[in-house]
């Protein structure tokens, strides 16, 4: 059995990079934490309790065994030592197999911040991938996991946060279709009709835990 700690900014951040492929790790009766840093209610027409309410509806759908929540300022994420301390703390705790974690190049900054926090916690820890968000830039995956078989599930945990669907819909933009584009380009790449796509900061093959 694995234990995977998947980490975000946001809530619905780690469902929209990898949703499909931690199902697939629950399915197989592996272990998936998350780490949500920000309350997600500091902007506009954003509610700190719908927010963490639809956060954990999703954890609930997807089967997730612990939802750690930071309850940092949504849009005023630091990366200062009290973050790293708090993050390593956890991982210390966790000793995941796999971390997922934010892309380092992306237009908001919390999604940037939660990348350096993760790098700067995770020194001793393999199998270190970075996800694809709206907002990432430049990504260029190289490491892909077939969802396949789990997209029709991995759209219906994204409905659990309709906030953020209608928000997307305010703007003209459809939320669902943004996320079923990555999945057939990254599909493409690998002969299957639906994928997500993952830069790797540290891959191993060994099987063993690898956090100390």
């Known amino acids: 059995m694995k234990k995977i700690l998947a980490i975000g900014a946001h809530q619905d951040d780690i469902e929209i990079g990898c949703a499909g492929t931690l199902m697939k790790f629950i399915e197989k009766g592996d272990l998936v934490s998350f780490i949500v840093f920000t309350d997600g209610g500091n902007w506009s027409g954003k509610d700190r309790e719908v927010r963490l309410r639809e956060q954990k509806l999703s954890c609930e759908k997807l089967g997730v065994n612990k939802l750690y929540h930071l309850d940092q300022k949504d849009g005023y ?14 991982i210390s705790k966790e000793s995941p197999d796999f971390i997922f974690t934010h892309h380092y190049n992306d237009s908001h900054q919390d999604h940037r911040t939660v990348f350096r926090i993760t790098n700067s916690s995770c020194r001793e820890c393999n199998n270190i991938l970075m996800y694809q968000s709206i907002t990432s830039s430049n990504f260029s995956p190289t490491v892909f996991c077939d969802i396949s078989e789990n997209f029709d599930g991995k759209i219906d945990v994204l409905n659990c946060f309709s906030s953020q ?15 079923k584009i990555f999945a057939d ?13 993952f830069v790797p900061i540290k891959l191993s093959l060994d099987e063993e835990a690898n956090c100390q």
Not at 185 to 197: L, P, R, V
Request: charged share 40%; hydrophobic share 35%.
């Open 77 to 90: 994420l630091e990366s200062n030592p009290e973050m790293i301390d708090v993050l390593r703390e956890i």
């Open 165 to 179: 669907v209608e928000k997307y819909k305010l703007r003209d933009e459809d939320l669902i279709e943004k996320v």
């Open 185 to 197: 380009i990254n599909g493409s790449m690998i002969h299957k009709s639906k994928a997500e796509g």
